[in-house]
């Protein structure tokens, strides 16, 4: 399977939501804001007090009516931590994000909703998934997010960290149950053998598939990868009779260049005649030399091969 199969997949399979995209909100600096409306609440108060002993009322309307006009524009007062941002919402509609950390005004009917724009990680159970050869095996991963459209997280989704913790743990399930966990032909993609590949295509597949909620997604790692309990001692003696045959097979190769080469530097060197038969007896016994695992004893032999 290809990345970009794997990708187109997850794609299509992918939930749409609302088209909803970040933009910016419309503000203005809360320091001045707040100044204007510590003025205003002051001549508010001025004017009620000093009008509350006279005759004439108007200087207490006219004073309550900046104390109401200072209160409602500082419900507009919206602070902003580093690391957050506030999306804004007036009268039912997207009106923006405010992403500038510090206190800034808005609207004063507008309500605002808070998402942390930080940059998180989540850490998947270990699932138990069968591969792409049938035998079952135990995986988990890691992966590194941040919200990157404030909007399509609040507004495409119901949850975006559910929506991530659910659909990183899909993709792990496929990718898991779309490779072998040891490769067994030339060429083919392993779990365990091309853990780097493997991992490129899980961040593809993560991001195609949270893209919708306006998530980014930064690094995808795969935590734990092994065989399930109940067939891990099979496979451990199956990998370890895997690699005597390759080790054997090795020494052998090994084994066959050295007496091809002592062979040739005898007959070139001009050190002893050989027939057929002495070629081969001298290769039997270089090969049981050089392929034995214990030492070997050696024998003097004070005759000939035809004694």
């Known amino acids: 399977m290809s990345m970009d199969t794997a990708v187109t997949g997850a794609t299509a399979s ?6 909803i995209s970040e933009r910016a909100a419309v503000t203005l ?30 200087l207490v309307a006219l004073g309550a009516v900046l104390l109401v006009l200072a209160f409602g524009v500082a419900r507009g007062l919206t602070p902003v931590a580093p690391g957050e941002a506030r999306v804004v919402q007036l009268f039912g509609r997207y009106a923006g994000t405010i992403r500038t950390d510090g ?9 605002t909703l808070k998402i942390s724009t930080r940059i998180r990680n989540h850490e998947t159970a270990v699932a138990k998934v069968n591969d792409a050869d049938g035998n079952p095996i135990e995986i988990a991963a890691v992966v590194v997010w941040q919200v990157a459209d404030t909007a399509s997280a609040i507004y495409s989704v119901d949850d975006y960290t559910q929506f991530v913790t659910i ?23 392993s779990l365990r053998e091309n853990a780097e590949e493997i991992t490129q295509r899980l961040s593809a597949e993560i991001a195609a598939r949270v893209a919708s ?21 099979a496979m451990l003696r199956q990998q370890q009779a895997s690699a005597v045959v390759g080790a054997r097979q090795r020494i052998v190769e090994g084994a066959v260049g050295m007496v091809q080469l002592a ?9 002893v ?10 290769v039997s016994n270089l090969l049981v030399v050089l392929c034995s695992e214990q030492a070997t004893q050696p024998v003097v032999n004070t005759g000939t091969l035809y004694q």
């Open 103 to 111: 206190l800034r005004w808005i609207h004063p009917a507008a309500r």
């Open 167 to 189: 659909q990183t743990e899909t993709a792990v399930r496929h990718i898991a149950s779309s490779y072998p966990y040891t490769s067994r032909r030339e060429g083919e993609l």
């Open 213 to 233: 909620a306006g998530v980014h997604i930064i690094e995808s790692r795969l935590t734990r990868l092994s065989y399930a309990p109940e067939i891990a001692q």
């Open 29 to 58: 600096p809360g320091r001045l804001a707040l100044v204007v409306i510590t003025v205003v609440a002051i001549a508010g108060v001025w004017l009620v007090s000093d009008g509350a002993g006279k005759p004439a009322t108007a």
């Open 14 to 19: 992918r939930p749409s939501g609302p088209e």
């Open 263 to 271: 062979l040739q530097r005898l007959q070139d060197e001009d050190v």
């Open 273 to 282: 005649e050989l027939d057929e038969e002495r070629k081969a007896t001298m």
